[in-house]
């Protein structure tokens, strides 16, 4: 994060008077920059300086300070400290209504300079403090969000080509995930398959042999996984095994199910 010391703009007509303030400005560490006119003024407040000292006797003075608090990233625009040469006090007042963040009835007073000034230029600093930590955060977010985006493609890749036939089961016995090796085995798509029970996908003699069910709903409540077993289905032979797939502090209960069957005909041939 950058630690450049804070900018102040002087928008002032007068030279005198803007020589003066400057000089104080520096000797204050701060930066400052300068405009003699309001065409200079609205240039470098695009520029984005930590704060406004304006002068409201300039030409056009209340266009800059609608302009200064038009808005920035912090939503309140650039903070403004008025003055006023020509002493109008109903200058002042519309300046306050305008959102001026203080007025200054002697700014060639140094101590009266840096009282008004050195809060609001803290203040913005803490504030530009926030802002960096809260973009860290948000990048640090958007780069976790690909990271784990990018992990999700390569684990369904994977289990996309594995000869496996992955099921995972929620607490309420349905189905909210296949891979696409169940779905070539079952030649029907991922769609038809997802939020059913595994009674409605699986025809029964299927599952009552194996009591699949049962195990599932013993993992799921247990959160142990169950052992390798092995079924024979119209001449295939198949093992298969339930794992719980729970979040990291549980201890027991798991939140869903895996499913991992395999064709294991070949082998046994």
Partial sequence: MSTTRPQVLLAASDLKERKTIAHHLREGSWRCAQAINWQQGLRKLSKHPDLLLLDLSMERAEQILRRAKKGTRNGNGTAVVVFDRKKNPLREIKALRLGADGYLGRPEIKEE?????KPLLDRQEAEKRHFHLLHEAENKALRLQRENKRLQDFTEKIAANIPLSIIIVNREGRVTYVN???CRAMERAAAQLLGHTLS???PEPFLEPIGLDETVQSVLVGGIAAQRRSMEYRGNFYTYRVLPIRPRKAMSESRQAMI????VS???S
Avoid: D, G, H, P
């Fill in 200 to 202: 409605e996908i699986f």
């Fill in 180 to 182: 696409q090796n169940l």
């Fill in 260 to 263: 991992l069957i395999e064709n």
């Fill in 266 to 268: 070949e082998l046994r």
């Fill in 113 to 117: 300079l840096y009282a008004q000034l």
